[in-house]
T-cell receptor
Framework: DQQVKQNSPSLSVQEGRISILNCDYT??????FLWYKKYPAEGPTFLIS?????DKNEDGRFTVFLNKSAKHLSLHIVPSQPGDSAVYFC?????????????FGAGTRLAVHP | GAGVSQSPSNKVTEKGKDVELRCDPI?????LYWYRQSLGQGLEFLIY????????KSGLPSDRFSAERTGGSVSTLTIQRTQQEDSAVYLC?????????????FGDGTRLSIL
């Protein structure tokens, strides 16, 4: 049972344009959502997060939008740069237990080309 | 460096052997997590430590898997009688206190290959 889904395995974007990565979830008890970026042979690196009580969080070129009614979140990268080419994972943290057990999607591979 | 350190970075072993994977978290982080990533999949939660205690072991796939943490620091994940389906990248993460929403800092993982 996949509680966090990233339905696009890959995305190709031109440098300078917007990248939009999507994530859907099924569990309404998720309290926090996080995006991680992963380069080959390295561990995931935290990018940005959003609490379930908010609908938008922005950090520089990265913005995360949360639509609770649709159980959908998205990560926008503007402008996209070649160094953004990586696998992006969406993760969710359920409230129960009060600690940070992360449930990950399968990832979306982003390629930013000149 | 000050990041999460994992060893070995790669491990190749024969089916049926036991393996030990080590994680050295960021100094002072009380929360420690183990995940694994199978080919083409997302990260799968295995176990959570708060200090030396493991309040959530729900992700361990079978009783061949065990983990311990000593001194509130280093953790070891042990897989006994390895099977080919155990092949994956095993990732360790730590966070300052494990508070909900607190980002986890990951190591580079151990790539385990079972022949």
């Amino acid at each position: 049972d996949q509680q966090v889904k990233q339905n696009s395995p890959s995305l190709s974007v031109q440098e300078g344009r917007i990248s939009i990565l999507n994530c859907d979830y099924t569990n309404s008890m998720f309290d926090y959502f996080l995006w991680y970026k992963k380069y080959p042979a390295e561990g995931p690196t935290f990018l940005i997060s959003i609490s379930s009580i908010k609908d938008k969080n922005e950090d520089g070129r990265f913005t995360v939008f949360l639509n609770k009614s649709a159980k959908h979140l998205s990560l926008h990268i503007v402008p996209s740069q070649p160094g953004d080419s990586a696998v992006y994972f969406c993760a969710a943290s359920p409230f129960s237990g009060g600690y940070n057990k992360l449930i990950f999607g399968a990832g979306t591979r982003l390629a930013v080309h000149p | 460096g000050a990041g999460v350190s994992q060893s070995p970075s790669n491990k190749v072993t024969e089916k049926g052997k036991d393996v030990e994977l080590r994680c050295d978290p960021i100094s002072g982080h009380t929360a420690l997590y183990w995940y694994r990533q199978s080919l083409g999949q997302g990260l799968e939660f295995l176990i959570y430590f708060q200090g030396n205690s493991a309040p959530d072991k729900s992700g361990l796939p079978s009783d061949r898997f065990s983990a311990e943490r000593t001194g509130g620091s280093v953790s070891t994940l042990t897989i006994q009688r390895t099977q080919q389906e155990d092949s994956a990248v095993y990732l360790c993460a730590s966070s300052p206190s494990g508070t909900l929403g607190q980002p986890q800092h990951f190591g580079d993982g151990t790539r385990l290959s079972i022949l």
